[in-house]
């Protein structure tokens, strides 16, 4: 028996010792290979958007801890801030020359020097990336349903940028074509902006609506905007970023929407008189034409656009209220009569800081507002063949 008991005590300890050497070592949080080059410092840095505001700003993310790149490319954190559920943070790396290691680059997609991912506890994350194309060749190992929609969102960008905006915007520079400009600009953002809408991954979907607006300018999306904040309190109501980027879209900030009743307002005609808006409407279609005499694309919208439509439907019961923001009478009344613009015409003549637009809360022109015969706002910032299209639809 006692043979057995010592020959039993020595098989027991060698399956300890083999069970406990061959047990997985704890993996990095975060890891990866990435491919160095001489113009890149061999470090990466990892970033932490403390707000919705700072999710892919530049200079703004807090840098919570770098890693050096080794010769072979490997690179490991293994040290994180608490994690509860997801976390959203971002990899940047920098040139030899960057002096802030959370600066990011970001005008050309293809060139992003870093990638916005998601951790969770428990869930280490593995990527792969060269570092002169940081961004657009950065892939997870091992990915989750958040980093692969965040994935699919790199690609949508990186499409659209280069179906819409790389060759054209290089080709297009006179003031005079700053509404093709927009057109090209809005093709590109309703790619990212079908994509927030369709997500199921909120973190996803708040770096679209950065990228849709870098600067947090959401004058021309306010809808979007509204709509992004209403799906996420029904599917994430507790999530922080909610609430912040329900901040953000305040009705009460952002410009009058599609749907909203156009403000009544006093408006100073060109023939001295005033009156107020509601008393303009048109009997089925108003076009409200905001814009200025040193506006070189809201000129030719007067001519090529506007003219026609008023001579084809002012009998069918289509008004054209043009509001300028100039403060020079003699230039406001020359470009009128130059333009052959013979609808209805208002200014407060005070230029910028006029009353009229910060009623409707905007700052950008050209910017026009649809109404129906009841002053309902229908369609907003509509212009060449879409404000033909859409006059011809309603009123033939």
């Not at 030899?96 to 280490?124: C, H, W």
């Not at 965040?150 to 949508?156: C, T």
């Amino acid at each position: 028996m006692k043979v057995f008991f010592t020959f039993l005590n020595l098989v027991l300890g060698f399956l300890s010792f083999t069970t406990q050497g061959c047990k997985a070592q704890p993996q990095e949080p975060i890891s990866g290979q990435i491919k160095i080059h001489p113009e890149w410092k061999a470090e990466v840095y990892l970033i932490q958007p403390r707000n919705f505001s700072e999710i892919a700003a530049n200079f703004l993310g807090q840098v919570i801890d770098s890693a050096a790149i080794e010769a072979d490319g490997h690179f490991a954190f293994k040290h994180l801030p608490a994690i509860q559920e997801n976390l959203l943070l971002q990899l940047a790396v920098q040139k030899i020359n960057s002096r802030y290691p959370n600066q990011l680059t970001d005008a050309i997609p293809s060139e992003a020097n870093y990638m916005p991912f998601i951790v969770s506890k428990g869930n280490p994350v593995n990527i792969k990336a060269d570092i002169s194309a940081f961004q657009k060749s950065f892939v997870f190992m091992n990915t989750s349903h958040g980093n692969s929609a965040l994935i699919s969102l790199r690609d949508i960008r990186l499409a659209a940028f280069q179906k819409y905006l790389a060759d054209d915007v290089k080709e297009i520079h006179a003031d005079s074509m700053l509404i093709e400009k927009e057109n090209l600009y809005r093709n590109y953002i309703a790619t990212m902006m079908r994509f927030a809408d369709t997500t199921t991954s909120i973190e996803a979907a708040m770096v679209a609506i950065r990228w849709i607006s870098p600067n947090g300018d959401f004058e021309r999306v306010p809808e979007f905007i509204k709509g992004q904040c209403q799906k996420w309190q029904r599917n994430a109501p507790e999530n922080p970023m909610t609430g912040q980027l329900c901040h953000v879209a305040n009705k009460n900030t952002l410009p009058v929407m599609v749907g909203d009743v156009m403000p009544d307002f006093s408006l100073p005609l060109i023939n001295g008189d005033t009156i107020m808006l509601s008393k303009l409407l048109g009997q089925r279609l108003t076009i409200v034409d905001i814009w200025a005499s040193w506006c070189a694309p809201c000129r030719k919208e007067n001519r090529m656009v506007l003219t026609p439509l008023w001579s084809a439907y002012k009998e069918k019961g289509l008004q054209i209220i043009g509001y300028s923001i100039d403060n020079n009478a003699s230039s406001w009344k020359s470009a009128v009569l130059k333009d052959g613009a013979t609808w209805s015409h208002a200014s407060h003549l005070t230029g910028d800081a006029t009353p009229f637009l910060e009623a409707l809360r905007i700052s950008t022109i050209p910017a026009n507002f649809i109404l129906d015969a009841e002053g309902k706002i229908i369609a907003k910032n509509l212009n060449g063949e879409s404000l033909i299209g859409f006059v011809k639809d309603r009123l033939d």
